[in-house]
């Protein structure tokens, strides 16, 4: 049986480089779409020593870029059956100096990428009957002060996913992820690689009594995609440990 092509965005750090990887051990033949090439480049090696990859430097919030890339991805494999939706970042400023540039920087990078990564890929994924995973967050439904951007960009994704949900089904299903707090730190690219330090008290707050780590997020990644979760579309499911439900006391 012919191995499943997915394309990861922002495949090159943290939750992308672990699902690319994930994915690549399991028999995936994975496309890297990353705009740092050396992140992207040292993210290609690990997966293609468990795996076949390949790795496109792409900037998710230029169309050009995004379609030569799907393009380049289903010219070499002549398929594309899944595409996970997870470039993103943060820039957290006060709101009286965030400017509206840093703004639709996020903005653009986050919620237009992922749409315009959709919208490139969308008719190779229907003639697949592929599936689609978007990255949210915790963050699209509770916030930390001066995090306006990127919780706007994630509450963007959540509505995305069910609109495109109803678009491109039955073809094509569609759901995302909500992470909570997720130690990425050993999926950073080894120039800015440092351990985390994370205290007890950082684990013990969570319910299940531990942060996550990117696999968490990468095993649920791949269940999506999957025939498995064939009566599954449009939903969110949040991976945060227990957090969301917790009542804090001060």
Request: contains cysteine; glycine residues 10%.
């Amino acid at each position: 049986m012919e191995k499943p092509v997915v394309i990861i965005s922002g495949a090159g750090q943290g939750i992308g480089r672990a699902t690319a990887i994930y994915l690549a051990e399991r028999g995936h033949r994975v496309a890297l779409l990353e705009r740092d090439e050396e992140a992207g480049r040292e993210a290609l090696a690990a997966c293609e020593a468990r795996g076949e990859a390949h790795f496109v430097a792409t900037d998710v919030a230029e169309e050009a870029s995004v379609k030569q890339a799907i393009g380049e991805v289903v010219d070499r494999w002549g398929r594309l059956d899944g595409l996970v939706n997870n470039a993103g970042f943060a820039i957290n400023k006060p709101i009286e100096v965030l400017s509206l540039d840093e703004w639709n920087r996020v903005i653009d990078t986050n919620l237009t990428g992922a749409f315009l990564c959709t919208k490139h890929a969308a008719p190779h994924l229907r003639s697949r009957r592929g599936a689609i995973v978007n990255l949210s967050s915790t963050r699209r439904k509770m916030s930390e002060p001066d995090t306006e951007a990127y919780s706007a960009s994630k509450g963007g994704i959540f509505a995305l996913t069910h609109a495109l949900a109803m678009s491109l089904g039955p073809d094509v299903r569609v759901n995302s992820i909500s992470p909570g707090w997720i130690d990425v730190t050993p999926w950073q690219k080894e120039s800015e690689r440092e351990p985390a330090e994370l205290s007890e008290a950082d684990h013990e707050q969570h319910p299940v009594g531990r942060v996550g780590v990117a696999q968490d997020i990468a095993a649920l990644v791949e269940y999506l995609l999957s025939e498995r979760a064939g009566f599954i579309t449009g939903q969110d499911f949040v991976v945060d440990g227990g957090m969301t439900r917790k009542m804090i006391y001060v």
